[in-house]
């Protein structure tokens, strides 16, 4: 099982690649595996993209 430590990298990770966001202005925190996002983008579409990265 992965560290919160190591899961919140890995998400910062996957928002790096994801062409439609910046990956900056999306928070990631992780208490207990459990992944929170924060932030705000354009549309829906962002919030997808973030919330499937």
Same mark, same amino acid.
């Given at each position: 099982? &992965?560290?919160?430590?190591? /899961? %919140?990298?890995?998400? %910062? =990770?996957? /928002? &790096? +690649? =994801? %062409?439609? /966001?910046?990956?900056?202005?999306?928070?990631?925190?992780?208490?207990?595996? #459990? $992944?929170?996002?924060?932030?705000? $983008?354009?549309? +829906? #579409? &962002?919030?997808? =993209?973030? =919330?499937?990265?």
């Amino acid at each position: 099982m &992965k560290t919160n430590e190591n /899961l %919140q990298k890995d998400v %910062q =990770e996957a /928002l &790096k +690649y =994801e %062409q439609l /966001l910046h990956a900056a202005e999306i928070g990631v925190t992780v208490h207990d595996g #459990i $992944v929170t996002l924060t932030g705000t $983008v354009d549309n +829906y #579409i &962002k919030k997808a =993209e973030a =919330e499937n990265a």
